[in-house]
């Protein structure tokens, strides 16, 4: 019997050391392909996000700018990811990714020749991140929905997305250290050229997977109507609007943490470049931890426990981070606030694609990605703001006593829905009636 058409049962009973579970996805071809490129190219893409607020906070050395240009990145995309939504659900999802990959290549390329030839300034670069943000729009809620189209047996959908998690994270722990060095030694510039090349990794194992053309789906279909639709299923089935509305609150009020890296780095540890990429790495460890646990995890029964504990693991986090002078135990914290995250959000996203229906996945996932993209760019904003007048550490503590206090309230909250979410599962065949 074929690898990938084996059930995760006999997976799972066929290795008694668990590895073969947690790596189960990639059984699949497709998968493979997908999971080879994006683990290159999310390196490069740490490598950007880090040179790049590390470029703004020494041309400015403004926490306010630091947020407004994360904000312009952050807002292109949450304004255009309900509609692209739409989309998602009628077009072909691999042509799709083809093209944002090849235009965000783009992005990066371009990003390099502004810095490599001294052109950098605040205006290009909240420019190069609005366009930046524009293709990740796009890109964002299309490869949340591929991964069911290269992982076609429901049962792997949350190893999947584990494993996409657990990639991303382990990038998030090369590529800020390589980040780190590579400014400190030849500037920003050389990170977004890597970052560009690394785009052509995914774009050719893109072009190398099997997948069928996809039908049109409702192309006749008014598209605001559509839209409209998308959110009258997201919203008023309440197993998703408690989740969706959880991870909007922690966007806002926690995610934007990094925002205020570089001034923990640079002015409370006394540090530089290095400082930076090590909490930024450090964060990268606990997400990864985080992630490989899922991964573990058999199938998606619990979840809703697993994000209320990942919330409030997230708050603490936060809370004991901004306390810490000592650069060893803000590492440690930073762990502590990478895990909690990251297990949410990835928590979150099984279980929205678990029991979305097939033909409103792509909208479910637009307004998943709107949740945590869509109030970002205020909390960058505010984070920024707030930092400015009353420092780093007492605007992180306020936001991770926030982020804990929403943790407590989605658990009393979900609690009276759960079977809503067992009546899902059944219909989905994960569960017997």
């Not at 999310?42 to 403004?62: D, K, P």
């Not at 009258?232 to 806002?252: D, E, H, Q, R, T």
């Amino acid at each position: 019997m074929p690898a990938a058409n084996r059930s995760t049962e006999e997976v799972v009973s066929n290795d008694p050391t668990g590895i073969a579970r947690v790596f189960r996805a990639l059984r699949y071809r497709n998968y493979r392909l997908f999971f080879i490129g994006q683990g290159i190219s999310l390196i490069g893409t740490w490598m950007q996000q880090v040179a790049m607020s590390w470029l703004v906070y020494s041309l400015t050395n403004s926490a306010w700018l630091l947020g407004v240009v994360a904000f312009s990145g952050l807002i292109s995309n949450a304004l255009l990811t309900p509609f692209a939504g739409v989309l998602v659900d009628r077009l072909d999802r691999h042509r799709i990714l083809v093209v944002t990959q090849a235009l965000a290549m783009l992005q990066a390329l371009t990003l390099a020749a502004v810095v490599l030839t001294g052109s950098a300034a605040v205006w290009n670069l909240i420019l190069l991140s609005i366009a930046l943000g524009l293709i990740n729009g796009f890109d964002m809620p299309t490869r949340q929905s591929f991964v069911l189209d290269m992982v076609y047996n429901r049962e792997d959908l949350g190893n999947a997305i584990a494993l996409n998690s657990s990639l991303f994270n382990a990038a998030r722990l090369i590529g800020p250290s390589i980040a780190g060095v590579l400014v400190a030694l030849v500037g920003e510039g050389l990170c977004f050229l890597i970052n560009g090349i690394s785009f052509a990794a995914v774009i050719a194992c893109l072009l190398a997977m099997r997948i069928a053309p996809t039908p049109a789906r409702g192309g006749k279909e008014n598209f605001l109507r559509g839209m409209k639709d998308g959110a009258n299923y997201a919203f008023g089935f309440p197993p998703v609007k408690y989740i969706i509305i959880l991870l909007a609150f922690s966007a806002l009020v926690a995610m934007p943490y990094p925002v205020l890296m570089p001034i923990f780095a640079k002015e409370v540890l006394q540090g530089g470049a290095n400082t930076l990429g090590f909490l930024m790495a450090s964060a990268g460890v606990g997400a990864l931890a985080g992630a490989v646990y899922l991964a573990s995890r058999k199938n998606v029964f619990g979840l809703d426990k697993v994000i209320v504990v990942s919330s409030c693991s997230f708050g603490v986090g936060l809370i004991c981070f901004s306390f810490s002078r000592v650069t060893i135990l803000s590492m440690l914290f930073m762990a502590v606030t990478g895990f909690g995250m990251v297990v949410q959000l990835a928590a979150s996203n099984t279980i929205l694609q678990t029991i979305a229906d097939d033909d409103k996945r792509g909208r479910v996932m637009g307004f998943f990605v709107m949740s945590f993209m869509g109030l970002a760019p205020f909390g960058s904003l505010l984070f920024g703001g707030l930092a400015d007048v009353i420092g780093a550490p007492y605007t992180l503590l306020i936001g991770g006593a926030c982020v804990l206090a929403g943790g407590v309230i989605f658990a009393r909250k979900f609690s009276s829905v759960k079977d809503m979410v067992h009546r899902a599962y059944v219909k989905k065949g994960l569960m017997p009636d």
